[in-house]
């Protein structure tokens, strides 16, 4: 999904509130891809940090990830970073997207 730069400014003022839910380590981000599918469903709006021991820049545990889960890319600060994915969930409010 493509996103604007106001809707990528608008998703990154709602991250600020956000803890991290999902934790890469030493097992990479293949070892996520099943919990961040669940969260982004259940969210559309996820913040993970990266453990020192995973062996990844943080972009690129990022991109990885975000690939995987066909999820977009809304910020990267330091060993945290943030994904974006619209749910297909009936049950789930959805953030409105200027």
Same mark, same amino acid.
């Given at each position: 999904?493509?996103?604007? +730069?106001?809707?990528?400014?608008?998703?990154?003022?709602?991250?600020?509130?956000?803890?991290?839910?999902?934790?890469?380590?030493?097992? +990479?981000?293949?070892? /996520?891809?099943?919990?961040?599918?669940?969260?982004?469903?259940?969210?559309?709006? /996820?913040?993970?940090?990266?453990?020192?021991?995973? +062996?990844?820049?943080?972009?690129?545990?990022?991109?990885?990830?975000?690939?995987?889960?066909?999820?977009?890319? /809304?910020?990267?600060? +330091?060993?945290?970073?943030?994904?974006?994915?619209?749910?297909?969930?009936?049950?789930?409010?959805?953030?409105?997207?200027?």
């Amino acid at each position: 999904m493509k996103l604007t +730069g106001s809707q990528i400014r608008q998703l990154r003022s709602m991250c600020n509130q956000l803890k991290p839910t999902i934790s890469i380590g030493k097992a +990479g981000v293949e070892a /996520v891809i099943g919990t961040a599918e669940q969260e982004l469903e259940a969210h559309e709006l /996820v913040k993970c940090t990266v453990q020192g021991t995973a +062996g990844l820049d943080t972009r690129e545990a990022a991109d990885e990830l975000a690939r995987l889960t066909n999820a977009t890319v /809304v910020q990267v600060i +330091g060993h945290k970073f943030s994904i974006y994915r619209e749910t297909s969930r009936k049950d789930v409010e959805k953030i409105k997207l200027s």
